[in-house]
């Protein structure tokens, strides 16, 4: 590998030439990295350095379907979450609402480890004076599940309105059955 520098009597440039084997030449810039195929002259490809952001015209939001039949609550919040978000594609956006629908199914049969079955309450207050309400997660269990689903993935996106926009692409359903099928949402395994 061949280093290219200030030749003797030149001032040095905050550049420098690197010489790879397999005939690609790299100048590697302070802020700027370039990339030139030396296979054919005429193809240049240059990197930008300037990030892009994209808005929902630019890209397509697809459904998914995930059954939650005997996943662990936590585990599928975050996924559901990363997926309604939009971290999985390559034009994730964090100011932009770019994430996939999300229909969950069999929120009933979703599982709770540890000593969560016991101790997990989920609080509510009325804002009227000594409004302050709690709730076993077994009762919410039992008159209530998709409230359990959808508050764990409501958790893990941001507080703010970017947050309540980015929930109502989650929609969660008890049984196996849910009015998504227009939409043709394709099943994801977690």
């Known amino acids: 590998m061949h280093v290219a520098g200030p030749m003797h009597g030149q001032r040095p440039t905050s550049q420098k030439i690197v010489d790879f084997p397999a005939k690609e030449r790299y ?13 054919d002259p005429e193809v240049r490809v240059e990197l930008s350095s300037k990030t892009r952001f994209f808005t929902q015209e630019n890209v397509d939001q697809k ?6 039949t005997g996943k662990t609550l ?3 919040a975050s996924k559901i979450a990363h997926i309604i978000r939009g971290k ?8 932009a609402d770019l994430g996939d629908f999300v229909v969950v199914i069999n929120a009933e049969k979703v599982v709770v480890t540890g000593k969560r079955q016991e101790l997990k309450e989920y609080y509510h207050n ?3 004076p000594g409004g302050a309400r709690f709730e076993s997660i077994k009762d919410v269990a039992k ?14 996106l ?5 947050g309540r926009r980015m929930i109502k ?3 969660v359903y008890v049984g196996s059955e849910h009015p998504h099928s227009a939409q043709m949402p394709e099943p994801l395994s977690l």
Request: no cysteine; glycine share 4%; charged share 20%.
């Open 74 to 76: 936590g585990r599928i």
């Open 27 to 39: 100048i590697k810039s302070s802020n700027l990295k370039l990339r030139i195929f030396l296979l």
């Open 126 to 128: 009325t804002l009227y």
């Open 88 to 95: 999985h594609k390559p034009t994730f956006t964090p100011n």
């Open 169 to 171: 692409k989650l929609k």
């Open 143 to 156: 008159t209530k599940p998709h409230m359990m689903v959808e508050h764990a993935v409501k958790g893990m």
């Open 63 to 68: 459904w998914f379907v995930v059954d939650a």
């Open 158 to 162: 941001p507080h703010n309105r970017l």
